[in-house]
Nanobody, 115 residues
Framework: VQLVESGGGLVQPGGSLRLSCAAS????????VIWYRQVPGKERELVAT????????RYADSLKGRFTISRDNAKNTVYLQMNSLNAEDTAVYSC?????????WGQGTQVTVSS
């Protein structure tokens, strides 16, 4: 079982990144997925969620309009498109696949917004 995030890196303020969360070893299409982010010394923050079929999405109020979560179950992957990034978006971003009985975590990917 694996959940692997990718797509993080260094981006300038105002720029964009697309994160990916790729799953293997379990029935990914049966799991909701949550993106979180965390800054050292601060609590983990929920960024966005997507239902197993992708029909329902939710976002942190502060991020609505800038971030978009989507999924491609044929590729066992969830994406997080992040636009108009600013320094406050700097964090480690992690994905979490959740079902009624199991949960899996990725290792996280660092996003740094800096000029």
């Amino acid at each position: 079982v694996q959940l692997v995030e990718s797509g993080g890196g260094l981006v300038q303020p105002g720029g964009s990144l697309r994160l990916s969360c790729a799953a293997s070893g379990f029935r990914f299409s049966s799991y909701a997925v949550i993106w979180y982010r965390q800054v050292p010394g601060k609590e983990r923050e929920l960024v966005a969620t997507i239902s197993p079929t992708g029909t329902v999405t939710r976002y942190a109020d502060s991020l609505k309009g800038r971030f978009t979560i989507s999924r491609d179950n044929a590729k066992n992957t969830v994406y997080l498109q992040m636009n108009s990034l600013n320094a406050e978006d700097t964090a480690v971003y992690s994905c979490n696949a959740v079902s009624a009985s199991r949960t899996y975590w990725g290792q996280g990917t660092q996003v740094t917004v800096s000029s």
